[in-house]
């Protein structure tokens, strides 16, 4: 680990708490496994470690818990993780737009609707991961996994916004890389809820999000292998 | 028709041609029957003429046909239409993105990864359009309408975005107001492609576009109902 | 019409009441549409007048309803409607399985689960229209169809099975055939539901149900293509 | 294991070669992980073993080899798996039709369009599995799982209905039960094929289907709840 006064870098990544009545969070789930993980980021590259941190569900204290996080941590790389119950595949997100706009009450109760997350900042930021490489590694690995260009207009969303627009126009870290990905819902939660929703196992979970981690940390130029939508 | 002086709105809708091996695109099929359209605004607020314009297919062509249509027609209100394939319903679009990323080439043979529409741009523009007040006349109408989150990274998000940016950038008719509606495929269309795809006839799609263009025209504020997504 | 003593071919075509809490049910509002209908059949085939008669969504008394209309009518073709929402084409049903589950209520409150149809009847019929002609022609004419390999076990199987268990059982008129299709829902449905269903107009509706009526009339030896499912 | 004098039920547990062009089939996959396994039964119910066979997805061939595996075991349970790709749910099988209809070729090149498995023989057999009970064991446990109403018109449906039609001609052991469950793809699969499919993992479908074992060895009256489907 880390030999020759190579630093080890921090890794932030956050989960969210349960939400919309459930009482897991497969985000958090995966999240807590993933906390005091070493990665061996290979030949003369180092090592990480990951400090795992669970953000409430709730606009505004979300990026308040998320702030917190990385003062604390002064993180090389931050991987906010969220549930995108119903997706198959675990999804790097490539945008995160200036909206809050809530289907559903966060667990304060508060539904904002066509709010900015944060006023007359831009109307969106792409990811700083290497999300193609990303996509590209876990399907290698037999994971599902693609790019997704929405990360909606719930609290997800607005942890994505918030972070990058922290990173956009405070100082941070030189070369400190941030974004957001979306797991499908466990096993677990499929079997109970109505609508033969697809899952996936937490331990294939764990094992991506370990490889998005790896590769978000080695990869320093994405691939350019499409991860576009015709709508 | 506009009595007492009262101008006549200009509004531009524009199609696009057929792509992907399709001979048509719903689209321009629908932009067409619109063409000479006189809109009356209700009582004091005169009325609106529909100019429908063809947009090829490809990525750069887009924005240097949709240019020279709005210098042209100087519009008040440009009314963008793609389709999207796949989906069942009428869907305005709430953000363009500042990238091409083609699952597909365009009808030129390019294939454009992970570059921006316009270099240097924002990462994105939300519509001007009252979008959510759209999909609620549309509702009320019978007609399936939902807000989207993403218009994706090919030609159609070209287009928007660049509609947008101009707008942003460039002078305009004062209160000038622009936007991305997708529609769905046709019938005929949906009864030759494999896969139980959902389509809307074009009569359906005509009135939809008429509703929408009315909105965009009447609606100042647009209505606090979500069209949210959780992801 | 049925010039020289051709006789005109009786058609009994039935929809359902709606159910579900709706308050329309597009199944019938095609079968309406239909009533009194003259089909020419072509060059020296005669003709055929259609019956629209509305079903119960009730188990047991659907088929009662079903029995009195064949035997007032002694129709030589019997075709059978109902709702599949969610489904996005016209789906000529293959097969009616002699098992009522009910994932809710019948309009009189019953659910019955794992009750036979008839008891004693045999698992499954197969109806006795050209299926696949019928999904051919409809596509031919630019509607979306295919071939359905479940009815489901509510009302709708327990018609179309009630239907093929007296076909099998009771002497009827010489080549005499039977069969269910489903519709989808109309726009105006789509527009109230939430989870952005897909539809069908009722004109494309009433057309499909034309062609149908027609094929089923005219084609005696079914088409060889395949409608198939791999699970 | 079975003391004094039980005897150890025998199990036939089938799954199919790959087919469609992939190299893996996960109703093979599961079903040799469960080869030899002793199952049991909880006190005074004695044990089971399991055997599994591989059939070729092949018709005719497939229902060769299932009658050798029967004659050689002479079973108290006969699971036949299959792989449904596009599912996200263990799916047992309520009903298997006498119609071989392909989509695509098997594997030995043939297609078979609207030809009944077996000439003379009934429309349809139920399956003698307690079904309810499978799906509610399976969801008690995390898994997610329902009762399917179609099992298509491919080898696997071929299948199933030979065996049931076996079961009902034949002389079989007392209790003998059959029936068929379709399973997701592998996770490993799922990443290299296009469209976002579902999938559960290998030792998610193992664990599930040792539970499909026991429930159908130790139930002897199916549950009364729902397991249906309007359409």
Same mark, same amino acid.
């Given at each position: 680990?880390? !030999?020759?006064?190579?630093?080890?870098?921090? *890794?932030?990544?956050?989960?969210?708490? +349960?939400?919309?009545?459930?009482?897991?969070?497969?985000?958090?789930?995966?999240?807590?496994?993933?906390?005091?993980?070493? =990665?061996?980021?290979?030949? $003369?590259?180092?090592?990480?470690?990951?400090?795992?941190?669970?953000?409430? =569900? *709730?606009?505004?204290?979300?990026?308040?818990?998320?702030?917190?996080?990385?003062?604390?941590?002064?993180?090389?790389?931050?991987? =906010?993780? /969220?549930?995108?119950?119903?997706?198959?595949?675990?999804?790097?997100?490539?945008?995160?737009?200036?909206?809050?706009?809530?289907?559903?009450?966060?667990?304060?109760? =508060?539904? +904002?609707?066509?709010?900015?997350?944060?006023? $007359?900042?831009?109307? /969106?930021?792409?990811? @700083?991961? +290497?999300?193609?490489?990303?996509?590209?590694?876990?399907?290698?690995? /037999?994971?599902?996994? @693609?790019?997704? #260009? @929405?990360?909606?207009?719930?609290?997800? #969303?607005?942890?994505?916004?918030?972070? &990058?627009?922290? &990173?956009?126009?405070? +100082?941070?870290?030189? $070369?400190?890389?941030? $974004?957001?990905?979306?797991? !499908?819902?466990? !096993?677990?939660?499929?079997?109970?809820?109505?609508?033969?929703?697809?899952?996936?196992?937490?331990?294939?979970?764990?094992?991506?999000?370990?490889?998005?981690?790896?590769?978000?940390?080695? *990869?320093?130029?994405?691939?350019?292998?499409?991860?576009?939508?015709?709508?």
């Amino acid at each position: 680990m880390a !030999p020759n006064s190579q630093p080890v870098l921090q *890794v932030l990544v956050t989960g969210f708490e +349960p939400f919309d009545a459930d009482r897991i969070n497969p985000s958090w789930e995966a999240a807590r496994r993933l906390d005091g993980w070493q =990665c061996d980021l290979g030949e $003369g590259k180092g090592a990480a470690v990951v400090h795992a941190r669970r953000m409430p =569900c *709730v606009f505004g204290a979300a990026l308040t818990a998320l702030d917190a996080a990385i003062d604390e941590l002064q993180p090389d790389l931050v991987l =906010c993780l /969220g549930l995108a119950g119903g997706r198959s595949e675990i999804t790097p997100e490539r945008v995160a737009i200036n909206v809050d706009d809530g289907r559903i009450c966060d667990n304060a109760g =508060c539904q +904002p609707i066509d709010q900015p997350v944060v006023p $007359g900042a831009p109307a /969106g930021y792409f990811s @700083s991961l +290497p999300i193609k490489a990303v996509v590209n590694a876990l399907r290698a690995a /037999g994971i599902p996994a @693609s790019v997704s #260009n @929405s990360a909606g207009t719930f609290v997800c #969303n607005h942890l994505f916004f918030g972070l &990058m627009h922290r &990173m956009a126009t405070r +100082p941070s870290r030189p $070369g400190m890389r941030g $974004g957001f990905i979306h797991v !499908p819902l466990l !096993p677990e939660q499929a079997a109970r809820l109505p609508g033969a929703l697809p899952s996936l196992a937490l331990d294939t979970l764990v094992e991506g999000l370990r490889i998005s981690v790896r590769t978000s940390l080695t *990869v320093q130029t994405d691939l350019r292998e499409t991860g576009g939508a015709l709508h």
